[in-house]
């Protein structure tokens, strides 16, 4: 019994065994097959997909260099226009700086002609200033040296005529001139020399006629002192409806009256006369010519 089941069980172990490797062999090389087909299928996926990839990182790169390419094609346009531009502006304000600058230069030349031309005036006009104060200095002289000498003259005179008994009260000269706004302007020379050779009082009145009435003018002052010769000098307004015919002047000094009787003769228009008495200077106190 023991002999039996030892041959059982060596000698189908060793059969099972060869037979088995027959099988296995049979059935290895369908595996492998199949192992190398998945493979080579799992290969070519493999290939593919990273052929897609490339192709996108590829196509992705493109992209980008295209973009940069045009961005900077667009910004160098962009640029270039506004460097043009701005070009444009700063050409155009340069020359705009420019014509100011040659219109201020020739302002400046002007204002440096006109300037030299003043200048040259005003040393013209200086030089005859100083020859017109030149001549006002030696006229002046001349005419103070004459009037010392008409002032000694006229002292020798009167010494002669106190000797001789003075001069009696008289009028030298008058005159009666008319003025705007109805106005008249008066003049009287009146000389006299006492005897003592001393000042009298004079007081004159001057008075307006006509057929039927007689006007007296106010004289300022009213009284004057007389040594020798006094001008009465004076302006007065003509009373409304009044036309004189006569002027009388009547003069009283040193217990002497004296009467001058003048035809009025103003009654002619006037050429040239001021439009108002505040255009006209004041009292001519220059002698009276006869």
Known sequence: MRVKLVRRFFSQPALSSCKDSDFYHLECRPHS????????TTVAVGSTQRGASTLVLALFVIVILVTAIVGLIFGHKLGYQRGFHSMQTESKQA???????TEALEDLRLSHKIA????????????????????????QQELTVENRQVSQLNELYADVLRDKGGMPLQVIAAKIEPLPENAFEYGFDIGMLASDGKAKRLKPTLTLLNDDDFVEVPLDPPVYTIEGIVRIRGRFMMPSGFRPLQVKLSLQADGQQVEQLYDWKLGDRVDNMPLSLLDLPKVDESPIEP
């Open 33 to 40: 097959l199949k192992t190398n087909a998945s493979s080579v």
């Open 95 to 101: 020359m705009i700086n420019s014509t100011e600058a």
């Open 116 to 139: 030299t031309n003043q200048a040259a005036t005003a040393k013209q006009e200086l030089a005859i200033s100083l020859a017109n104060i030149k001549e006002l200095r030696e006229n």
